[in-house]
């Protein structure tokens, strides 16, 4: 059976055309895997331009969702990416380039006499793109803290939980995005948790701009579908004032929390709303989505 596999390159240099190998993308007729190598994106940052991680990582974020999209269809059997001959739809490839911004490359995909599945993947991954390497995680006073709080037994019963938002149901949203719990009772309740004393600069504006994303998509849906009001809460704790992510801070406080578009609150008010959201009639989006 063939598969075709294609490596996708950030360009670190214009000039001399250098480009270093960050993502793999392979097909066959059951479908599409794809994977990003985050140490090797990290690691082209540094030899690229200032902000090409954020457009790296938001690329990379969009094709992984066409891919989604793909492998339902497949599954559907509502398209195919080979053509008579059983070789693969090389159109598939520009499809997806063009969700690259230009910052992305793709090699024309080559064939492999191989059966696709999860291990073989994995395989090719290792040797066109390389092994990730295992970072130890560590355990940070706020993340601790809204896990713990998020964690409570009684709370899922009542609220989506590090919830997915699909792009596919929330219009507005370019790609699939992750909110830290929402519930209903009436209206809709928003929970995002930023840590600003941890994310660097970019991935934090970026998070900040995501969560605006999720306000306005939720917030249509909810009063089109739904017919709810939506409230927006930020978690999180004001940086230090001579820490680089202060100014990120205050530009939102200024434009988000001061027009009351968002509610900021800290983890030990997280903490009181959960208590109360257990005690209370509060249902899961989830739920209402699959009522309709």
Do not use: R, W
Not at 183 to 204: E, H, M, P, R, W
């Amino acid at each position: 059976m063939k598969t075709f596999v294609s490596p996708l390159y950030i360009q670190t240099n214009h000039y001399t055309n250098e480009k270093i190998a960050c993502a793999l993308l392979a097909a066959s007729d059951k479908g599409v895997f794809f994977k990003i190598n985050t140490d090797k994106i990290d690691f082209a940052a540094k030899l690229s331009p200032d902000g090409i991680k954020l457009l790296a990582q938001n690329a990379f974020e969009l094709i992984q969702n066409k891919v989604d999209s793909t492998n339902i269809k497949l599954s559907d059997k509502q398209i195919t990416l080979f053509n008579i001959k059983n070789n693969f739809n090389a159109d598939y490839i520009d499809y997806l380039s063009k969700y690259a911004s230009g910052v992305i490359q793709f090699n024309s995909p080559k064939p492999y006499d191989i059966d696709l599945n999860k291990k073989t993947f994995e395989d090719l991954f290792e040797k066109f793109i390389g092994k990730e390497v295992v970072h130890t995680t560590i355990n940070k006073p706020f993340t601790k803290k809204i896990k713990k709080y998020l964690s409570k037994p009684e709370l899922k019963e009542k609220a989506d939980i590090n919830y997915v938002l699909n792009s596919l149901t929330f219009d507005g949203l370019l790609k699939n995005a992750t909110i830290s719990m929402v519930t209903t009772n009436g209206s809709l309740d928003l929970y995002q948790a930023i840590d600003f004393n941890v994310n660097d600069k970019i991935s934090l504006a970026h998070k900040l701009y995501e969560l605006i994303a999720i306000k306005n998509s939720v917030a249509n849906y909810a009063k089109n579908k739904l017919k709810m009001d939506t409230y927006t809460k930020l978690v999180a704790i004001e940086p230090t004032a001579k820490s680089t992510q202060k100014e990120l801070f205050d530009t939102f406080y200024k434009h988000n929390v001061k027009t009351k578009d968002v509610t900021l609150i800290d983890p030990e008010k997280l903490e009181k709303d959960i208590d109360k959201i257990i005690n209370s009639k509060h249902k899961k989006l989830s739920e209402l989505i699959q009522d309709l």
